[in-house]
């Protein structure tokens, strides 16, 4: 594997940010996993092109290409793959260190990631609604007002809360998300 | 009515069931409740992340999801039941995991959990989806015994989608079929559907809408194309993109697909005579009025018309 020459290569710290993330050693570059992709046709690069990408240490490449966030979790791939790789996850590892390092693809949804799961961090539950009109407004207002229609419909069927649900132990779980955050930085694993 | 089989498990029901899948928790309580199984919901448990938490933290995720396990594992339970499929891959996979990679996985989140006065050895709770629940531990026999309303008729299209059958579990990652003999033991016609477990997009919507819309598409086109009357699901995320955004996929591409999307739950409640707004019908953007009028089981029962034979259908007397 070229090396970065200072410190681990990329695809080194690739590997040791996913659980499992070793097999990616024993990729044959078959290509079933973007044969089985339903967005692959949509992807910059198939999984198996960028693994061969990772694999020739074009960081900058990966991190920028569209491929992960076009990934719909369908773990079609990983079903698939003859080595047993797992693909899907290696699709999230790439998304936080694309968000670590502030070089996602435009496409990216990492602000929508980012507002659901402070929503989480608040209440312990996620809330759609506010999701969605935190998200719209900042980011695409007409397409708000293209959907406010639908949003309207599923508020009078009551399957949409304006009002977020709460857990009652909220302390509780931001000790536990802060502790985990802290160790994260510790173990200088990718967050 | 009450079977003293001891089918006990606890409940997650996690966050879309407290809203837009509101219907899938009250036909999942209401079937559990005739099928005499116990369901105790986990005390305060909290998000599982969905696929959100995971693209932005690692560690952080799998202690979020991790909070539950320890939960219902504290509250003696020996089996954590998901209805949704998200949720249940987040809480299988956490689960096992943790047990798997200890020193990348398991420790780490044990020593987040202790701040929160917690703990959990991976593998005290066995994770399981619902529709697994209800095809094997009740039994298709014992399902098939409270059916009063046969689903004579009403031809349907079985969608299982990813997360339950995949990555790594015990039905056929491509081709599941145990939604379809459910299907059948209520009395319906299951149609061929050869997309059943293809994505329906999970957050793509909100990624780019012309790759959702696409996959949302080709699986409306696949039922319509095998003459379904409706889809079937078992996870609120399929439900929520091929019902609420089809009118959406129809503006896009032209078509005029009209094909509701039920949970497998309400179509058992109706099987076992329970009224349609007890299960939630009515809820669904895509109306399910015309299909359930095929077995005159429509929302409201003042406007029941009598089932009309197609013209193009064999002259056979109606079905009562």
Redesign the interface.
């Known amino acids: 594997m070229p090396d970065d020459s200072m410190g681990q290569s990329f695809f080194e710290r690739v590997v040791e940010?996913t659980?499992?993330g070793e097999r990616l050693r024993l990729c044959l570059q078959c290509g079933t996993c973007g044969g089985s992709c339903?967005?692959g046709a949509?992807m910059d690069a198939t999984p198996r092109r960028l693994f061969a990408m990772i694999a020739a240490g074009m960081e900058d490449e990966v991190l920028r290409a569209n491929t992960p966030?076009?990934c719909?979790?369908?773990?079609?791939c990983?079903?698939r793959c003859p080595q047993e790789i797992p693909i899907?996850d290696f699709m999230?590892?790439l998304?936080?260190m694309a968000?670590a390092k502030g070089q996602y693809h435009r496409?990216?949804?990492?602000d929508?990631?980012?507002s659901?799961?402070g929503y989480?961090e608040l209440y312990?539950?996620?809330f759609?609604f506010g999701l969605a009109t935190r998200?719209h407004l900042f980011h695409s207002p007409l397409g708000m007002v293209r959907k406010s229609g639908?949003g309207f419909?599923?508020m009078q069927?009551?399957?949409?809360?304006t009002a977020p649900?709460r857990?009652?132990?909220v302390p509780?779980?931001t000790?536990?998300?802060?502790?985990?955050?802290r160790?994260?930085r510790q173990?200088e694993?990718?967050? | 009515m009450s079977q003293t089989n001891g089918h006990s498990y606890a409940y997650y029901p996690g966050?879309s069931l407290?809203?837009?899948?509101?219907a899938y928790d009250l036909s999942t309580k209401r079937v559990a409740d005739i099928l005499g199984m116990q369901l105790q919901e986990v005390d305060?448990?909290?998000?599982c992340?969905?696929?959100?938490?995971?693209?932005?933290?690692?560690?952080?995720a799998?202690?979020?999801v991790a909070?539950n396990l320890a939960l219902a594992a504290n509250q003696g339970a020996q089996e954590l039941v998901a209805p949704c499929s998200a949720c249940y891959l987040n809480l299988r996979k956490t689960n096992d995991?943790m047990g798997?990679?200890r020193s990348?996985?398991g420790d780490?989140?044990n020593?987040?959990?202790?701040?929160?006065?917690?703990h959990y050895t991976p593998g005290t709770v066995s994770v399981r989806h619902l529709l697994d629940v209800l095809v094997t531990d009740i039994g298709y026999d014992a399902i098939a015994a409270k059916v009063t309303y046969p689903l004579k008729g009403l031809r349907i299209a079985p969608y299982y989608g990813?997360?339950i059958v995949?990555?790594?579990t015990q039905y056929n990652?491509?081709y599941p079929t145990h939604l379809d003999e459910l299907m059948r033991v209520l009395g319906a016609t299951v149609v061929d559907f050869p997309l059943k477990a293809?994505?329906c997009?999970?957050?793509?919507t909100?990624?780019?809408e012309?790759?959702a819309y696409e996959?949302i598409r080709r699986i409306l086109h696949n039922a319509a194309e095998y003459e379904a009357d409706l889809i079937v699901t078992l996870c609120p995320m399929c439900q929520l993109n091929l019902d609420?955004y089809q009118?959406?996929a129809n503006r896009m591409f032209g078509t005029s697909y009209n094909l509701p999307v039920l949970f497998f739950t309400q179509l058992m409640g109706l099987a076992f005579g329970l009224d349609a707004k007890d299960v939630g019908i009515?809820?669904?953007?895509v109306s399910a009025r015309n299909a359930l009028a095929k077995i005159g089981r429509e929302e409201e029962p003042a406007e029941r018309t009598p089932t009309r034979r197609d013209k193009k259908a064999l002259p056979m007397p109606p079905m009562p």
């Open positions: 940010a659980p499992g339903p967005s949509d966030w076009y719909v979790s369908c773990y079609y990983m079903e899907t999230y590892t998304k936080r968000i496409d990216a949804h990492a929508f990631s980012n659901f799961i989480v312990g539950r996620s759609e998200y639908l419909e599923m069927k009551g399957r949409l809360n649900e857990i009652r132990n509780q779980l000790a536990i998300l802060n502790e985990a955050k160790i994260a173990q694993i990718e967050l | 966050c407290q809203a837009t899948a509101h305060d448990w909290n998000c992340g969905a696929t959100e938490y995971f693209s932005i933290m690692s560690l952080p799998y202690s979020l909070r995991y798997k990679y990348k996985v780490p989140v020593e987040a959990l202790a701040a929160g006065g917690l990813c997360l995949r990555p790594d990652p491509e293809h994505c997009g999970g957050h793509m909100q990624i780019s012309e790759v996959l609420a009118p959406q009515g809820s669904e953007i």
